[in-house]
């Protein structure tokens, strides 16, 4: 397989159960499937039910899938380790998705912990650009010296280390200067700094050439705090902060939206006519904006009226405080409620069950709660008129 | 002087801008803020000792950091200055301009610094959104800022298959042209030949709106300076000054359904242009301008307005990018610089419209800069429920 951003398909599958929070899995019951195109792609099924995870690897066809993503491995594992944007690869089209969205924007989630890569390959270099920061001036008090690393093979390089005045640097090239050389295969540099291998016995068996003032060798492994893989790894640590705010709210509706609930209760839709220009305006409005005068006429329109347009809406936003998502397709119509004028459509959703019937020019009537309390729930939703 | 009401002429004399992105961790608000400050004073090669007044504009409600001038005060270095908060929904940016315009132009101030910016992924931009609405009423059946009836209408105006192609086509346009832009936000790579498969695969979001149409949400700031002819004049040694011919906010009621009733009213689009050309004696906009940074939300929107702002009828819009007159080398080119479906980050996204075009008038654009001499530039800002703002920036001070 194919490795990417330093990871494999199967290290992020079979990672999965390690990472899996039965805590995040509480009530759900869902099959996340994944059809990754290509050579070095594939196929998984990731089961939850009841707090419990399955990983399948699948050949053949993926069966009884809540919802599929469809994607490349490359794109997959950048999303997967935050290297490439997830809604760019969704809004590009390199991430598609069948099935329920909902499932992986809220649920996804909570279900797993983050993904890390396995540690990747030390070099010779990872090495040398931590020497500085893990120097130990206090160690290394009166010391005046220059180390040459003549490291060979695959991923090796020359470097000399200067220390002097109790500061460290390190500049590329062997300093003509040095007080000492040690030379070594790439392999043998990291073995010995990640404690892999033994000093003594590398030098004793010739895998370490020193040159010059041994003494200075011995003294440089004292100088140093030890190499960490972490060093490297987690070079700065970017922190950000999590608030939910949650804020109770209370709106003084005035007389005139009062009257429109007051109607509401009765079944009824009141609109403000202007006494210039005799728009009427739902919900009612004290002012009319056009002709800047007070309307205080109050008109009943429709129950029933002509829809002008219709938004389906197939991607609901999550509120904001609660993390609900509406149940999608939902769709928004606009109105022209029996007598009201005609530039002044009225918006609220149709029935759900008439979305795929509903079209421009059709007739619909408000459906009501039962128990209307002068709310903008009591008012459930339009249908159409037959 | 067009606007007779002018007192006295105003240039822009500085712009700084940030990269765009989703992905802004590596600053806070203030420290994103400060970056787009030093560039423009870079810009224009002064320092705050030269501003006498800050102008700070972003939509707080997005972040949920109120007073949020005063928390990216060591940002816009408006310690100890006179400032001014503008908040104006997605017009924010286009009315910081509007509104330094009027400032200078009256005499207040010579110099103005003036700072636009979003940082969306630090709130929750449709929860914000649906808090603007009437909560009395309208606010339970908000949907942020999504439609599909401008899709709907064009539909049925223009057929289902030519309308597609024809916001299709507008959506790759300006992907191309934001490919050029080395600090737009999204910067896909579409090519023409990827139509059809768009068309039909990108996710439905509303009705015929679909994902790949809609504007990004985007983090960054853009900063203008602003000065009066005379001290313009003598700051400006390395770039010319750029003038503010003359600008135009329309607004409208709060609320969406009259927009869409059996009769439709004119839209603020081209109330806004009829205006503002009569007044400038402009009678074929396409003729005279040489680029047009338009705040387009979707490429429905972008598409549909481009017939209001133009003064354009049926289907000449259509037609005009069909034949490529929006394109770089076309008649008139519209958002080199990728536009807002590329880029939206919403305080600075009107701002950018003019700064972008300002640029194009310098000749500073980078590799978005048009090949021809621009001279004329038209700007516009869009916000809440469909009101605008537009502004005429010119090259030579000879009107």
Known sequence: ??????????????????????????????????????????????????????????????????????????????????????????????????????????ILPKLFTKYTPPAKDVTSKDIIDTVVE?????????????????????????????????????????????????????????????????????????????????????????????????????AEELISLKCLPSIDQRFATGPVMGKWFDGLKEKKFYATKCPVCGRTQIPPREICALCRVRCTDFVELGPKGTVTLIDDVYYASPDPLTGEVRETPYAGVYIVLDGASEEEAFAHEIKKEDIDRIKPGMRVRPVWAEKRVGSYKDLLYFEIDE | MANKKKNRNVAIIGIGQTEYSSHKEHQNQAEMVNEAVRRALDDARITMDDVDCVMHGNMELFEMVYQPDLWHEIGTGAYGKEEIRITTGGTTGASLVCAADNLVASGMYDVILAVGLEKLQEGHTTGGITNMADPLWFRHLQTGALTGTTAQEMIEEFGEDRAKRAAMKYRIMMDKHACLNPRAHRRFGLEYDQMDDLMNTSPKLVGELRLIHMCSQSDGACVMVFASEEKAKKLCK??????????????????????????????????????????????????????????????????????????????????????????????????????????????????????????????????????????????????????????????????
């Open chain 1, 1 to 106: 397989m194919t490795e990417y951003y330093g990871s494999k398909l199967e290290d992020i599958f079979n990672s999965m159960e390690d990472r899996f929070r039965p805590e995040g899995a509480e009530g759900v019951d869902a099959i996340f499937c994944y059809d990754i195109a290509g050579e070095d792609g594939g196929k998984w099924q990731v089961s939850v039910k009841d707090k419990e995870l399955r990983v399948e690897k699948v050949e053949g066809n993926l069966k009884g899938c809540s919802v599929t993503i469809i994607t490349d491995p490359e794109t997959f594992i950048g999303v997967t380790l935050g290297k490439i944007d997830a809604g760019e690869a969704f809004s590009s089209g390199k991430i598609k998705v069948d099935g329920d969205i909902g499932l992986l924007t809220n």
């Open chain 1, 134 to 234: 893990r120097f130990r001036a206090d160690k290394a008090e009166g010391i005046d010296i220059v180390i040459g690393y003549d490291i060979t093979g695959e991923g090796g390089g020359k470097w000399s280390v200067i220390v002097k005045d109790g500061y460290c640097s390190v500049k590329e090239g062997l300093d003509p200067n040095c007080t000492v050389t040690m030379q070594m295969d790439a392999k043998v540099f990291v073995g010995l700094n990640l404690g892999l291998i033994d000093g003594t016995a590398a030098f004793t068996s010739g895998k370490v050439k020193i040159e010059g003032d041994m003494g200075a060798a011995a003294l440089s492994a004292g100088m140093f705090e030890r190499f960490k893989v972490g060093v490297i790894e987690g």
């Open chain 2, 238 to 399: 390395h770039h010319p000054p750029v003038w503010i011919r003359d600008h135009i906010t329309v607004h409208r009621e709060e609320t969406l359904p009259n927009l869409f009733g059996f009769k439709k009213p004119e839209m603020t689009q081209r109330y806004a242009a009829r205006k503002l050309f009569e007044r400038n004696g402009i009678k074929d906009p396409v003729e005279y301008f040489d680029v047009f940074e338009m705040y387009d939300p979707s490429a429905w929107w972008g598409l549909d307005w481009l017939r209001e702002f133009l003064l354009l009828k049926g289907d000449e819009h259509i037609k005009m990018l069909e034949e490529g007159e929006f394109d770089l080398d076309g008649k008139l080119p519209v958002n080199p610089s990728g536009g807002v479906t590329a880029t939206n980050p919403i305080g600075a996204t009107a701002m950018l419209r003019p700064a972008e075009a300002a640029l194009q008038i310098r000749g500073d654009a980078g590799e978005h800069q048009l090949e021809r001499n621009v001279r004329h530039a038209l700007a516009s800002g869009f916000g809440g429920t469909f009101w605008t703002v537009l502004i005429m920036l010119e090259k030579d001070l000879n009107w």
